[in-house]
């Protein structure tokens, strides 16, 4: 039986990573922090570990003292911010940790065979906004957000060490059962709207999050995926036209009136809600971070390379993703009815 730790267990992909572990026949770790939620994580034969990232003594003796004998075969780092009150949390989370993390590993030699690092697509940045070339491989990193940048450190500090055997991973936008993000979106489309940023053509692109699980397994699986990077995305554009048709379909919402916000104003509610956030010392979904996200125009990717090395395939086009994703929030909101 293999065993595996997936670090950063706690949220929403982290509980999709550990039930899939769990059905392959993983013997199964759950690293999180001690304030995050096991809402996901409440699985038979689970093994919940309490990491402390920010204190590397404290982490070796933790890591120590849970590992089982022979140390674990693989690790998945999940562990990652993607919204946070100034770029000093990015990077605290998203790097520091994470370089941490793997000198803590090294030093206490139990470097796993292979770790996979989730990084995202955002650690690319802008791409072509013209021609709408697909990005791919060949795509050199210039991330503007501050969320990307941390992302990018964390990937270049990996390339820097060859004695971890990393496998990078930059989804596109995940989403599925009890994602944050997206749920807003499809909250607005069941209240018949769709709020779009920008009048310029747009592609997005999607990853539903059990093909993203499925792929992550895989790539473990191969012989030819250490120090490679690679896109996983579901390989389609679509346009915000066609995301709003399908959400409303599975909706059964006939009527979604779109809304098409001009980048200035956009720009000022991100700047509003940032700085509220400040005050309240509570993370926005809503900032400036974020809205370079929305502005950026081409989401188009190439997954050849995943394609080639691990056939990865896209069980989960988004018509059947969102099918199962508004199914779980139509559920939800039935139970929250009826507690009233």
């Not at 550990?18 to 999180?32: F, I, K, M, N, P």
């Not at 674990?72 to 998203?94: M, P, Q, S």
């Not at 993203?212 to 346009?239: C, G, N, Q, W």
Request: charged share 25%.
């Amino acid at each position: 039986m293999k065993k595996i730790l997936v670090v950063g267990a706690g949220g929403f992909i982290g509980g999709f990573i550990c039930s899939e572990a769990l059905r392959r026949g993983y013997a199964t770790w759950a690293g999180v922090r001690p304030s995050t939620s096991r809402r996901y994580l409440d699985l038979p034969g689970i093994n919940i570990v309490d990491l402390d990232y920010g204190d590397a003594r404290e982490l070796a003796r933790q890591l120590q003292q849970a590992a089982p004998e022979g140390g674990w075969d693989e690790i998945i780092y999940n562990l990652g911010a993607t919204k946070a009150l100034n770029f000093g949390d990015f990077n605290k989370i998203n790097f520091e940790y994470l370089r941490t993390f793997a000198d803590t590993l090294a030093r206490t030699g139990l470097m796993p065979r292979k770790f996979l690092f989730m990084s995202s697509l955002s650690a690319l940045g802008l791409a072509d906004e013209k021609n709408y070339t697909p990005i791919d491989s060949s795509t050199i990193p210039h991330p503007n957000t501050r969320y990307g940048l941390s992302k990018i450190k964390a990937e270049t500090y990996l390339e820097t060490r060859p004695d971890i055997p990393w496998i990078i991973f930059r989804p596109t936008g995940v989403y599925g059962p009890h994602e944050k993000d997206y749920l807003m979106m499809i909250e607005c489309i069941d209240r018949h709207f769709d709020f779009g940023v920008g009048y310029r053509k747009q592609l997005l692109t999607f990853i539903y999050v059990k093909d993203l699980v499925a792929a992550m397994f895989d790539a473990l699986a191969s012989d030819r995926t250490i120090h490679k990077k690679y896109i996983i995305s579901e390989p389609k554009a679509y346009t915000q036209t066609e995301f709003r048709s399908i959400v409303a379909d599975a909706l059964g919402r006939k009527a979604v009136i779109p809304v098409k916000l001009p980048l200035w104003m956009a720009w000022v509610a991100s700047y509003v809600a940032e700085k509220v956030s400040h005050i309240t010392l509570k993370p926005s979904t809503l900032n400036r971070d974020k809205f370079k996200i929305m502005r950026q125009r081409n989401w188009n990717c190439s997954v050849a390379d995943a394609v080639a090395d691990f056939g990865f395939k896209s069980e989960y086009p988004l018509k059947r993703g969102i099918a199962e994703t508004v199914e779980a929030y139509l559920a939800e909101k039935a139970a929250k009815k009826n507690k009233k």
